[in-house]
């Protein structure tokens, strides 16, 4: 009887050495998957940090391109002022320009006039003081 408690007793410790050997195998294969699962998990930590920085990025990059192209637009619109008001500035001295040499030409024809009409003059007493000249020496 003895011997069938031993052969009983080394039976039970043979299953229980057993499943001590399968427990642990089950804790091995969980430790695995949760170390694992912790290496996914701070994967994906890793890139949704990225995802972020990235996306913060492109937003500092999106703001600064607004800004740039308000201070281009900007830039834009005071040359165009300044280009409007040298148009006008230039378009107005054009017209003065051309006022003044009217008048030029106006009073240089006036001129003209008045030395034509002197020059005719002069003809008609010099054909006049000649025919004088004729008629006295005739006399």
């Known amino acids: 009887m003895e011997r069938q408690k031993a052969e009983s007793a080394a039976a039970t410790a043979n299953e229980l050495e057993r499943r ?75 017209s003065s320009r051309e006022a003044s040499l009217r008048e030029a030409i106006d009073a240089e024809r006036k001129r003209a006039e008045a030395a034509a009409d002197n020059s005719q003059r002069l003809e008609r007493e010099l054909a006049s003081a000649r025919s004088d000249s004729t008629a006295l020496r005739a006399a």
């Open 20 to 94: 001590v050997a399968e427990l642990d195998a089950r804790v091995r294969e969980m430790d695995a998957r949760a170390r694992n699962a912790e290496t996914r998990a701070s994967a994906e930590a890793d890139a949704r940090r990225l995802a972020e920085e990235a996306a913060r990025t492109a937003e500092s990059s999106r703001k600064e391109c607004e800004s740039r192209a308000r201070e281009e637009a900007a830039r834009a619109s005071l040359a165009l002022q300044h280009a409007r008001s040298e148009f006008k500035m230039t378009e107005a001295g054009a």
